[in-house]
Structure formats: C-alpha cells, structure tokens
C-alpha cells in the first residue's frame, strides 16, 4: 500500500528527516513512537504532502511521487486525496456542526450530491457514536467528541490510508478512551492506518508494527511484543524506561 524510499526532510540547514525508508502493507497498522523531535510528526506530514520532502520517493496505491525533482501542484493534491489526516487539535470549522464538518469535504473537493455526502455523513458520525450528535457545533461538543467528528470527517474522503498525529494528546484523560476505541474499529475493518502516538497500550492492543524514531531515522522496528518486550537498541530501551 505505501512504500518509502530514502525519504529526506530538511527546513533550512535542520535535517529532519535522514533517509527513511518503510513499506506498509494494506490492512496494516503501523504505530510511530519515539522522544519529541525526533521527527515523527514531520514523516506524516510528508505522507500527505503537508510538507513536501526535500528527496526521496513515495508510492501509494499505485501513484507514485519522486522528490528528486520539482512536483506539480495538481499531483500533489490528487496524491493527498488519498490520504486522511487527523490532527491533535481538530481543526474543524466552527460555524458547522458536526454533520456539515463531514459533508464539506466530499461536497466542496470530490463533487459529491449534498444528499448523497449527508447520507454518508450520518452513517460515518453514527459509526464514531456521535449519530445523536449530529446539529451539534464544536463549542457544544467535547474535546473526544471534536475528534470523532474528526476521523469521520476524514473518512469521509474515502482515503486509502489514515494518518493520525498524535490524536489523543490534547485531550482530557477520561476522554481518551472513545477516540481510541473509534480508531481500534476502523482497524478492525482493514483500514491501512499510520499513528503517531504517546498511548502505549494502544500502541501494544493495536499495532501490527511499531516503529521506534530518533533524530529523523528509524532506530528499531518490530512487533508489539518485540519492541516493548525485547527491545534490541539501547537507545529504544531507554526511551521506554523514561515513559514508564
């Protein structure tokens, strides 16, 4: 589903990103650990093109970008369309209510009939546990609750891979649980999924692989089970020690 070649990211002289190469296969889960600045954050935003990497390749279901030279604009977001991103705060409009959150993207970008992306809508806030919440603004709406609408205003696009940046960090402990439990579905429906997260549980309960970043390269890669259990880098093992 993706496959990332010598991926480079760099903001001026600061070198983010060193060359990260990583395939992940359809159905996937993939969970990205590891200390603030080490990069994380910015390998997901290059997944969609939020920023553009510096070199490098990316193929995702069959479309492939080359950053070795310049990208046109119109490849950037028919490759972006591909992809659904859900931020750490929200980001959605607060004038709408949660059913209009949803139902912008497929209207305004992809040309959907507004009964058709309402219908849609309805069926994605339900299957979040907001099908009663639907009229409600943001300001109405808890923090967890803001997320869901989120991840359904995500999958509303249809995207071939969900990119989460730190979902649950700006929430309030008790609500964590509900957005985690939304992400667990669309896992267990076969969504290709790629998560930046602080929640080791969900990461050990969820992901098929995590991977362990530091200082823009992947330092150690593995199952759950190896990574948490029998981490092989001295760098990993300390990493887990201090969020223990």
Same mark, same amino acid.
């Given at each position: 589903?993706?496959?990332?070649?010598?991926?480079?990211?760099?903001?001026?002289?600061?070198?983010?990103?060193?060359?990260?190469?990583?395939?992940?296969?359809?159905?996937? =889960?993939?969970?990205?650990?590891?200390?603030?600045?080490? *990069?994380?954050?910015?390998?997901?935003?290059?997944?969609?093109?939020?920023?553009?990497?510096?070199?490098?390749?990316?193929?995702?279901?069959?479309?492939?970008?080359?950053?070795?030279?310049? =990208?046109?604009?119109?490849?950037?977001?028919?490759?972006?369309?591909?992809?659904?991103?859900?931020?750490?705060?929200?980001?959605?409009?607060?004038?709408?209510?949660?059913?209009?959150?949803?139902?912008?993207?497929?209207?305004?970008?992809?040309?959907?009939?507004?009964?058709?992306?309402?219908?849609?809508?309805?069926?994605?806030?339900?299957?979040?546990?907001?099908?009663?919440?639907?009229?409600?603004? #943001?300001?109405?709406?808890?923090?967890?609750?803001?997320?869901?609408?989120?991840?359904?205003?995500?999958?509303? +696009?249809?995207?071939?891979?969900?990119?989460?940046?730190? #979902?649950?960090?700006?929430?309030?402990?008790?609500?964590? *649980?509900?957005?985690?439990?939304?992400?667990?579905?669309?896992?267990?429906?076969?969504?290709? +999924?790629?998560?930046?997260?602080?929640?080791?549980?969900?990461?050990?309960?969820?992901?098929?692989?995590?991977?362990? +970043?530091?200082?823009? =390269?992947?330092?150690?890669?593995?199952?759950?089970?190896?990574?948490?259990?029998?981490?092989?880098?001295?760098?990993?093992?300390?990493?887990?020690?201090?969020?223990?």
């Amino acid at each position: 589903m993706i496959n990332i070649k010598n991926l480079h990211k760099s903001f001026g002289d600061l070198q983010v990103l060193k060359g990260i190469d990583l395939k992940v296969e359809q159905g996937k =889960v993939i969970v990205l650990i590891g200390p603030s600045g080490s *990069g994380k954050t910015t390998f997901l935003r290059c997944l969609n093109l939020l920023e553009i990497p510096t070199d490098g390749t990316i193929e995702l279901d069959k479309k492939s970008m080359n950053f070795t030279k310049p =990208v046109r604009k119109k490849d950037i977001t028919s490759f972006r369309s591909l992809t659904g991103m859900v931020f750490q705060n929200y980001n959605l409009f607060p004038h709408k209510s949660a059913l209009e959150n949803v139902m912008e993207g497929p209207v305004i970008v992809k040309g959907v009939s507004t009964q058709e992306a309402e219908k849609r809508g309805k069926e994605l806030l339900t299957r979040v546990g907001l099908g009663d919440k639907l009229d409600f603004y #943001p300001f109405q709406l808890s923090g967890g609750q803001q997320q869901r609408v989120g991840i359904a205003r995500a999958m509303a +696009m249809d995207p071939k891979v969900m990119l989460f940046d730190e #979902p649950t960090s700006a929430l309030d402990p008790e609500l964590v *649980g509900d957005v985690l439990q939304a992400m667990k579905d669309l896992a267990k429906e076969g969504m290709t +999924m790629v998560v930046v997260t602080h929640e080791m549980r969900f990461a050990r309960e969820v992901a098929d692989e995590v991977i362990f +970043m530091d200082q823009g =390269v992947i330092m150690e890669r593995g199952t759950p089970d190896q990574i948490f259990s029998n981490p092989q880098q001295e760098r990993t093992r300390q990493f887990l020690n201090m969020i223990h």
